[in-house]
């Protein structure tokens, strides 16, 4: 079976920091990315990384950044001047597959997630 947990929420101020944790399990991924839901929205990409790229949401730009281990199972998220509106349960969802005509911003993209980790942003 494969499943991937997140770690890492928490509450934050405004302008503080958090970084997210999602360990997988079984064989690496070739994609791995993280995506956010607030209450009463529809679940919003944040940020991918593959083996030689990444992508950020606008919103994001400047502030989050990706990475990932070399056992490639592994993805963190480092956010850094966290405003309010980055409060949401963010998650993490990773693919075995690459296709390069796909669009990898769309959750629906993703074959394996994990449960979810709540990130509070106080201002």
């Known amino acids: 079976q494969v499943h991937l947990v997140e770690s890492g929420g928490g509450l934050a101020q405004a302008g503080g920091s958090l970084r997210l944790s999602c360990a997988g399990s079984g064989r690496s991924f070739v994609i791995m990315g993280w995506f956010r839901q607030a209450p009463g929205r529809e679940r919003e990409f944040v940020s991918w990384?593959?083996?030689?790229?990444?992508t950020y949401a606008d919103s994001v730009k400047g502030r989050f950044t990706i990475s990932r281990d070399n056992t490639k199972t592994t993805t963190y998220l480092q956010m850094n001047s966290l405003k309010p509106e980055d409060t949401a349960v963010y998650y993490c969802?990773?693919?075995?597959?690459?296709?390069?005509?796909?669009?990898?911003?769309?959750?629906?993209?993703?074959?394996?997630w994990g449960q979810g980790t709540q990130v509070n942003v106080s201002s």
């Open positions: 969802a990773g693919s075995r597959t690459w296709n390069g005509r796909i669009n990898y911003r769309e959750a629906r993209q993703y074959d394996y």
């Open positions: 990384i593959n083996w030689s790229s990444t």
